[in-house]
């Protein structure tokens, strides 16, 4: 049973085809016994022991005798299964019934292909042993138009030519130009504006600053009035006639010139303008002969002394001389008191 279960038909079959050449007189015997089987029994067990019988042993060769026979091609000659098929083929009936009475044999076939000399066989040939599929079948070429198609589509698409660059019309750059301009002539108005601003502002500072020095200056410096010269010149004395009360010198320098006896002396002199009670300015009376005080009524005489009215005493004297060119001068920065005794001073009167 072991034997039976190693040897397969394509075993057989394949050392038949080897052995067929040299042992052409020993297919009629196993046809006989085939056809019996196929009639009979069926056709795999009939034709794995065909082989023995018709190699008229009486002993049943191993699988390795079988293969090695078949390899030396001096084998027994074995059976072929197509030729004894053959008259099988005649009975087509016949050849029917054995395929329908033999499932086995596709399974068989199976066991056939995986056996050693098959995988020898297709290891030799190069190609791979038992079943294969329609992708691995020796004239199967895999499709390659569809990946190319899709490479063909994947390409990178063809470079794109350069544009031609276009030179730009005078109109173009004129366009330029005036929006440049306009933004030229946007950004120098506002500078100037904010320029203008600025110069503004800080015009406005230094002329602040410049006033607060001068402002400042004035504060450490002393003020310095504006007021006429105290020495005077008032004309030569001829022009003061005896007995005459000079007032248009008055409004002026706030004196009166008078040419009059004083204690038996022909005097020139000049009366300040003030009323020795509260400072008001008296007004000669030419027909009175006096100095009138109009506020509080003091009366002074043509040579200044008080006689009625609230004035405590006399009025004042400035220093008067005759100075280089012949004129009478006056100097308002010296006084003189008669209460003190002063009159009696050269520098209080001119002799007439
Ligand atoms: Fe001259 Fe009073 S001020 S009398």
């Not at 040897?7 to 052995?19: F, G, K, N, T, Y």
């Not at 004894?84 to 029917?96: C, N």
């Not at 409004?251 to 009166?256: C, E, I, K, M």
């Amino acid at each position: 049973m072991a034997e039976k279960k190693k040897m397969s038909v394509a075993d057989i079959l394949a050392a038949a085809r080897a052995d067929k050449q040299s042992a052409p007189d020993a297919e009629k015997p196993a046809a006989k016994p085939e056809v019996a089987s196929a009639d009979s029994s069926p056709a795999e067990p009939s034709g794995v022991e065909a082989a023995p019988v018709s190699a008229g042993s009486s002993e049943r060769p191993s699988v390795s005798d079988i293969l090695a026979m078949a390899r030396s091609g001096k084998g027994k000659p074995v059976e072929e299964p197509k030729k004894s098929a053959a008259p099988a083929a005649k009975q087509p009936t016949a050849k029917k019934a054995v395929a329908a009475k033999q499932p086995v044999v596709s399974g068989a076939k199976k066991n056939v292909q995986r056996d050693t000399a098959s995988i020898l066989e297709a290891a030799r040939a190069g190609t791979k042993p038992g079943p294969v599929s329609k992708s691995e079948a020796p004239g199967f070429s895999k499709p390659t138009a569809k990946p190319a198609v899709k490479k063909a589509a994947k390409a990178p698409p063809p470079p794109v030519p350069p544009r031609p660059v276009r030179q730009k019309s005078e109109k173009a750059a004129k366009a330029g130009a005036a929006k440049t301009g306009a933004s030229e002539d946007r950004r120098g108005f506002l500078a100037y504006t904010v320029g203008s601003f600025m110069a503004v502002g800080f015009t406005a500072l230094s002329v602040t600053g410049g006033l607060f020095s001068m402002g400042l200056a004035r504060f450490f410096f002393p003020n310095v009035l504006a007021e006429p010269p105290s020495s005077f010149k008032v004309g030569s004395k001829e022009g003061f006639p005896s007995g005459v009360v000079e007032t248009k010198f008055v409004a002026q320098y706030g004196v009166w010139v008078v040419n009059a006896d004083f204690e038996g002396v022909q005097q020139i002199y000049a009366l300040k303008t003030v009323c020795t009670h509260l400072g008001c300015t008296p007004n000669w009376l030419e027909a009175e002969q006096k100095f009138k005080c109009p506020c509080h009524g003091s009366g002074f005489y043509k040579d200044g002394i008080n006689f009625e009215g609230p004035a405590p005493r006399p009025l004042e004297r400035y220093a008067i001389k005759i100075a280089d060119d012949g004129q009478l001068e006056i100097d308002k920065s010296k006084s003189f008191q008669e209460e003190l005794g002063q009159w009696n001073d050269p520098a209080s009167y001119v002799t007439a």
